[in-house]
């Protein structure tokens, strides 16, 4: 017969609610805008604008074919998910036109002195 002795729990106290340890701060600037594109459906418009600007210009298949090839030389068991995201994802943000940037950049700008922040 196996006698198990009980471990005596550790009595802690409750762990305090995080958001009633911090004061109340202002927004930044930046929250502020996002929450402005995200309520106005700005932002769903504007990634809806990148997809379609980077398809027309290649860039989605560009990453389709360094992924593959990535995978190809590793060996598809040899790869995971974040290690391919690890290795594409810089040289992806470094391939983006500047055509699309300065597109967005001058959407977001529009966008800005047309809302009321």
Same mark, same amino acid.
């Given at each position: 017969m196996? !006698?198990?002795?009980?471990? @005596?729990? $550790? *009595?802690? %106290? %409750?762990?305090? +609610? $995080?958001l009633e340890d911090t004061p109340e701060? &202002? %927004?930044? !600037?930046?929250? !502020?805008? *996002?929450?402005? !594109?995200? &309520?106005?459906? &700005?932002k769903e418009r504007l990634m809806e604008l990148l997809r379609e600007r980077l398809v027309d210009c290649?860039?989605?298949d560009e990453m389709k074919s360094l992924c593959r090839?990535? $995978?190809? =030389? =590793?060996?598809? *068991? *040899? /790869?995971? /998910? +974040? &290690?391919l995201i690890h290795v594409i994802t810089p =040289?992806?943000? @470094?391939?983006?036109p500047d055509s699309v940037k300065a597109e967005l950049l001058q959407r977001i700008r529009t966008f800005l002195g047309s809302a009321a922040l």
């Amino acid at each position: 017969m196996c !006698l198990m002795k009980s471990k @005596a729990s $550790v *009595n802690r %106290p %409750p762990t305090p +609610d $995080v958001l009633e340890d911090t004061p109340e701060r &202002e %927004p930044t !600037l930046q929250e !502020l805008i *996002n929450i402005k !594109l995200i &309520e106005t459906g &700005e932002k769903e418009r504007l990634m809806e604008l990148l997809r379609e600007r980077l398809v027309d210009c290649g860039w989605k298949d560009e990453m389709k074919s360094l992924c593959r090839a990535f $995978v190809k =030389k =590793k060996g598809r *068991n *040899n /790869v995971t /998910v +974040d &290690e391919l995201i690890h290795v594409i994802t810089p =040289k992806g943000r @470094a391939s983006v036109p500047d055509s699309v940037k300065a597109e967005l950049l001058q959407r977001i700008r529009t966008f800005l002195g047309s809302a009321a922040l």
